[in-house]
């Protein structure tokens, strides 16, 4: 599969929105979409582009002078493991590094939860470099315990 990153660049809700609705496995809540919707826009977006489609994004919020996190992402089903999500990462990580960012966190449905496709998602973090931090099962309510896990850029 041939793609390219670009970004990251604001404004990018309207391109990334049917992206989050064509994963309902992991962004199946309405208001959870309206409200990543509503972030993404202000925030830095790369793009994953095949042919001139957005077939991917990853979001960054800053949280302080050292640390970052990876706020939403996603990557169209028929894109899932061809390296999209990977090579997102990899910008991702560049573009912090260049702004001196330390510390990488990502929240994820912990495993205490039996959700397959969460299953698959912490596996994709392990093979990029994060590990498990803190599980906080109050975060998101105990239905959906959350799981924070780091890198160090």
């Given at each position: 599969?041939?793609?390219?990153?670009?970004?990251?660049?604001?404004?990018?809700?309207?391109?990334?929105?049917?992206?989050?609705?064509?994963?309902?496995?992991?962004?199946?809540?309405?208001?959870?979409?309206?409200?990543?919707?509503?972030?993404?826009e202000?925030?830095?977006?790369?793009?994953?582009?095949?042919?001139?489609?957005?077939?991917?994004?990853?979001?960054?919020?800053?949280?302080?002078?050292?640390?970052?996190?990876v706020?939403?992402?996603?990557?169209?089903?028929?894109?899932?493991?061809?390296?999209?999500?990977?090579?997102?990462?990899q910008?991702?990580?560049?573009?912090?590094?260049?702004?001196?960012?330390?510390?990488?966190?990502?929240?994820?449905?912990?495993?205490?939860?039996?959700?397959?496709?969460?299953?698959?998602?912490?596996?994709?973090?392990?093979?990029?470099?994060?590990?498990?931090?803190?599980?906080?099962?109050?975060?998101?309510?105990?239905?959906?315990?959350?799981?924070?896990?780091?890198?160090?850029?």
């Amino acid at each position: 599969m041939t793609f390219s990153i670009e970004g990251p660049y604001t404004g990018q809700a309207a391109v990334c929105e049917p992206i989050l609705r064509a994963l309902p496995a992991w962004f199946g809540i309405e208001d959870a979409i309206v409200h990543y919707v509503e972030a993404i826009e202000g925030l830095p977006t790369l793009l994953a582009y095949q042919s001139g489609q957005v077939i991917g994004f990853l979001s960054l919020q800053q949280h302080n002078v050292y640390a970052a996190e990876v706020y939403v992402m996603g990557v169209q089903p028929e894109a899932h493991r061809q390296g999209v999500g990977q090579a997102l990462m990899q910008q991702a990580e560049t573009f912090l590094r260049q702004q001196q960012i330390e510390y990488l966190q990502v929240k994820t449905l912990a495993s205490s939860h039996p959700d397959p496709n969460y299953a698959k998602t912490r596996t994709f973090y392990l093979a990029v470099g994060f590990r498990p931090l803190e599980e906080l099962p109050q975060l998101w309510g105990e239905q959906n315990p959350c799981l924070i896990m780091i890198k160090r850029l």
